[in-house]
Nanobody, 124 residues
Framework: QVQLVESGGGLVQAGGSLRLSCAAS????????MGWFRQPPGKEREFVAA????????DNADSVKGRFTISRDNAKNTVFLQMNNLKPEDTAVYYC?????????????????WGQGTQVTVSS
């Protein structure tokens, strides 16, 4: 079992940057593939990015490709989401998630562990 805590959200102007962090408990962090999802107000949760156990493979939603970068530091039990060139449509609650299935996934239902979420608001 793993517990996840996101941080780094806040208010930023369009074109700015934020770096989200997700701190995980336990000694088996490298057993989990990790993902970032987001939920805009009034909309369903959507996939943002995923990273393999070792960090050697990543997957990004088309809406953020070229702007967001997912990474992880297994020695620190932490996964990151670097968000550059933010746009108002990026405004959402961002969630960190973990899964032990052994492959990258874009599906919320395949992730068994979730953080509490952190709010990102991008002003125009």
């Amino acid at each position: 079992q793993v517990q996840l805590v996101e941080s780094g959200g806040g208010l930023v102007q369009a074109g700015g940057s934020l770096r989200l962090s997700c701190a995980a408990s336990g000694r088996t962090f490298n057993s989990y593939a990790m993902g970032w999802f987001r939920q805009p107000p009034g909309k369903e949760r959507e996939f943002v990015a995923a990273i393999s156990r070792s960090g050697g493979s990543t997957d990004n939603a088309d809406s953020v490709k070229g702007r967001f970068t997912i990474s992880r530091d297994n020695a620190k039990n932490t996964v990151f989401l670097q968000m550059n060139n933010l746009k108002p449509e990026d405004t959402a609650v961002y969630y960190c998630a973990a899964q032990a299935l052994g492959w990258l996934s874009r599906l919320s239902r395949e992730y068994g562990y979730w953080g509490q979420g952190t709010q990102v608001t991008v002003s125009s």
